[in-house]
């Protein structure tokens, strides 16, 4: 049981370059999301799903894509990337169909754009 | 605008020391409460969810308590050890206009010396 798995790790950008950072877990969770987190921001909600074919914004949406095909996956898009995208990004799953039971966290992935 | 703060923001501490995290919200419409520990370079791991009907959970050393009519929770860490050390953060489920929504404090990070 692998929990939530995110891939790259570690990835540079140059700005106006587009990528996808990918996001699975094995749990049949309905609910994954995703979080960036800045240094002294805390942790903001860029998207999020409530199962397979529904997606929706979170707080911080402007400049990524998401969408849901499949429960397992849900991948992040970034368009057109910028410097202020540079951030560490988290996918978070929760076995509940909203944010409000027990949420699983990846190990992140470190985006950085020049 | 709903707010999590979390003093102190840093904490240095002699090994077995007790001690206590604490975490305020500016809205009393609560769900539930999530303790998470954060590594240096790693993800989130939830410690205790606390429902809002509960007063407190505990798992091990650690003991989490929710005041809904102050706007608070502390995690209490008893006899504290050098692998405790690292960031922890609050995470309330705020209720607003019929829509639940989880707000992150920015962390406190915690030292403990050997």
């Known amino acids: 049981n692998a929990g939530v798995t995110q891939t790259p790790k570690f990835q540079v950008l140059k700005t106006g370059q587009s990528m996808t950072l990918q996001c699975a877990q094995d749990?049949?969770?309905?609910?994954m999301s995703w979080y960036r987190q800045d240094p002294g921001m805390g942790l903001r909600l860029i998207h999020y799903?409530?199962?397979?074919?529904?997606?929706d914004q979170g707080e911080v949406p402007n400049g990524y894509n998401v969408s849901r095909s499949t429960t397992e996956d849900f991948p992040l898009r970034l368009l057109s990337a910028a410097p202020s995208q540079t951030s560490v990004y988290f996918c978070?799953?929760?076995?509940?169909?909203?944010?409000?039971?027990?949420?699983?966290f990846g190990e992140g992935s470190r985006l950085t754009v020049l | 605008k709903q707010e999590v703060t979390q003093i102190p923001a840093a904490l240095s501490v002699p090994e077995g020391e007790n001690l206590v995290l604490n975490c305020s919200f500016t809205?009393?419409?609560?769900?539930?409460l999530q303790w998470f520990r954060q590594d240096p370079g790693k993800g989130l791991t939830s410690l205790l969810l606390?429902?809002?009907?509960?007063r407190e959970q505990t798992s091990g050393r650690l003991n989490a308590s929710l005041d809904k009519s102050s706007g608070r929770s502390t995690l209490y860490i008893a006899a504290s050890q050098p692998g405790d050390s690292a960031t922890y953060l609050c995470?309330?489920?705020?209720?607003?206009?019929?829509?639940?929504?989880?707000?992150f404090g920015k962390g406190t990070k915690l030292t403990v010396n050997p």
């Open positions: 978070a799953s929760s076995y509940f169909y909203w944010n409000t039971g027990e949420l699983f």
């Open positions: 749990m049949n969770h309905e609910y």
């Open positions: 799903s409530v199962g397979a074919g529904i997606t």
């Open positions: 809205d009393s419409a609560i769900y539930n």
């Open positions: 606390i429902q809002s009907s509960q």
């Open positions: 995470a309330p489920v705020l209720t607003q206009g019929g829509s639940e929504k989880l707000v």
